[in-house]
């Protein structure tokens, strides 16, 4: 059996998917080169091996050459010492300084569009997938890296939030997932051309109305086509990159300079490090002629799924993995209907992200920590964990008493090197350890809700999953925090990694609504706010019982801190369920940032 690189990808209907969309390049275009090849393409179809022998050395003496490659090395050493190694390794490449080949005649142009291109591909997958594919062919953007007009416009399409596509799609549960954007690699990423991909993740009744499901996208793209380019928001994606840049922790080192030689083939020097990443420049016009060549006259659609209502006939096979598939006209009504479509009610542009922080000032800890430190001889801005334990372990613990805000606790057997229980009560206990090792500007913030109510069935167990899923502000990852929502048989643990706390605007985990199917009755949680006393009610499908969990769920972690008392958490009704009710653990680890230092 054939066992190499290309056996590993033939299973795989992303590169199915992407050889089939090559091929719909006219005659002769690079793009419908076959680039992994197999047994077929470099001995079945090769009548003389003398060619195949002449033809690789011609291809290695025409371009293999030093002055047509790039390279990085990382290690630790001193940089004079790398130097030498660099030279001695490669410095015998030889540099014919040839040209490299000419690709202008390639270059995108709309009108060299094939119609196959613009057709509609429904496609047998090898896997359990029921998606569709939208891909529009426009012109080269690596030069435009310093505004990255492709980069807005997948921010938006992929947003997730109120009044984003994937909303509407979800509450008419037709998607369950949205992935838009170039990958910025090779493939749809070249000096001739730049592929822009929508990939919509379908549940069935997607799958059966398809046609509404695209009538939305167009629709989404029509009002941002209508209101033009916001510079609040591309500034708002500029912030985020450039605080996810400067706190990103260390990368693997061979992905590292992977990536590094890469960027020096299309940046300058300046921008080896950051032109992938950063933000220069806001470009309005150049956003808008991206916008411009989404039209649906010129849209590729694929649909990937062995779940269609109606069987399809498969009547083609492309050559290299053998895919099935059937090719039809976009119908000319549909069409009309896209080109004419209005924005949606329900469409409108991201709100204000109040995540979105650039104060990064670390605070010194509370006084009482301070103070513990000189009792016990410590110097915080000097010592190691370790040696903070040594001293610690063998002193007596204190009986300290914390007063942040509102909040004023008892701590019993208080110690710097561990977290201290600062609140309990029936509802909740609340731990806190400042950070004295890295002094980064994070705070940890772990929430752990403990019900019995997933063991009930494993449909209330999927149901608790989508609680996990959906809790919390869609906007808080979009703003460089992270999230990761464990949801386990007795519990749901939300761990928010968040670095950067903004003076100017309170923190706040939102709680969504969803509403899973009108006729069964919810599980209401309760969410009390921060400025104002308001209940949001999270309506999750379940059949037989209503559960409160306590109103900490939407309070913002700066907040949670002066207010966590049994005066700020009102009476809450439990609904016991199989014996069981709700507890709330949380734990929080900070370096003391902007005002949630407490």
Request: aromatic share 10%; proline share 6%; hydrophobic share 35%.
């Amino acid at each position: 059996m054939e066992f190499n690189k290309f056996s590993l990808a033939f299973p795989s209907d992303s590169n199915r998917k992407d050889q089939l969309l090559s091929s719909l390049f006219p005659e002769g275009h690079p793009m419908r080169t076959f680039t992994w090849g197999n047994l077929r393409s470099l001995r079945d179809n090769i009548n003389d091996d003398e060619k195949l022998y002449q033809a690789a050395h011609e291809f290695r003496r025409r371009h293999y050459s030093a002055h047509r490659m790039t390279v990085a090395v990382q290690a630790r050493m001193e940089l004079s010492a790398l130097e030498q190694y660099v030279v001695n390794t490669f410095g015998r490449i030889p540099n014919n300084k040839l040209p490299s080949d000419d690709f202008t005649p390639y270059a995108f142009q709309l009108d060299k569009i094939t119609p196959e291109f613009k057709s509609m591909y429904f496609i047998k997958p090898v896997s359990d997938v029921t998606e569709v594919h939208l891909t529009w062919c426009m012109r080269s953007l690596i030069s435009e890296y310093e505004s990255k007009p492709h980069q807005y416009i997948s921010y938006l399409l992929g947003h997730e939030g109120k009044g984003s596509l994937l909303s509407y799609l979800r509450k008419k549960v037709w998607a369950l997932d949205i992935y838009t954007g170039t990958s910025e690699n090779g493939y749809d990423y070249t000096t001739m051309h730049s592929l822009f991909p929508i990939q919509i993740v379908l549940t069935q009744d997607g799958l059966d109305n398809i046609e509404e499901v695209l009538e939305a996208i167009f629709s989404y793209i029509s009002m941002l086509k209508q209101l033009g380019p916001s510079e609040r928001i591309y500034e708002e994606i500029k912030t985020i990159e450039e605080t996810s840049f400067r706190f990103e922790e260390e990368t693997q080192p061979s992905d590292y300079v992977e990536s590094l030689v890469e960027n020096m083939r299309f940046y300058p020097p300046e921008h080896y490090i950051t032109g992938d990443r950063l933000y220069y420049k806001y470009d309005p016009k150049g956003i808008s002629e991206l916008l411009d060549c989404m039209r649906p006259e010129l849209v590729n659609i694929m649909v990937l799924s062995n779940k269609h209502s109606d069987p399809v006939e498969y009547d083609a096979k492309e050559q290299w993995f053998g895919t099935e598939y059937r090719r039809q006209e976009i119908p000319e009504n549909w069409l009309q209907r896209w080109m004419k479509v209005e924005p949606y009610p329900d469409f409108h542009l991201p709100e204000k992200n109040i995540y979105i922080t650039t104060n990064f000032d670390l605070i010194p800890p509370a006084q009482e920590y301070l103070d513990e430190a000189d009792r016990l001889g410590i110097d915080l801005s000097n010592s190691t964990v370790k040696d903070i334990h040594k001293k610690v372990a063998g002193s007596t613990h204190e009986t300290k008493v914390l007063k942040r805000g509102d909040l004023i606790a008892t701590v019993n057997n208080f110690r710097l090197d561990q977290p201290n229980l600062i609140r309990k009560n029936r509802h909740m206990e609340l731990w806190y350890k400042p950070d004295f090792k890295f002094r980064f500007p994070t705070a940890l913030l772990y929430f752990y809700f403990i019900t019995p109510l997933s063991l009930k069935s494993p449909r209330d167990s999927a149901l608790f999953f989508i609680i996990s899923i959906e809790i919390i502000s869609k906007d808080i990852d979009g703003a460089s925090h992270t999230y990761p929502v464990i949801s386990s048989v007795q519990s749901l643990q939300l761990q928010q990694t968040q670095q950067q706390v903004n003076t100017q605007q309170p923190q706040q985990l939102q709680v969504q609504t969803i509403q899973i199917h009108p006729q069964h009755q919810p599980i209401q949680i309760h969410a009390v706010g921060v400025q104002q006393v308001q209940q949001q009610q999270l309506h999750v499908a379940t059949s037989s019982c209503q559960t409160m969990l306590p109103n900490i769920l939407q309070v913002p972690p700066t907040y949670v801190r002066h207010r966590v008392d049994e005066e700020f958490i009102p009476e809450c009704k439990t609904v016991k369920h199989g014996g069981g009710s709700v507890m709330v653990c949380g734990c929080m680890s900070t370096s003391g940032i902007g005002s949630g230092r407490e």
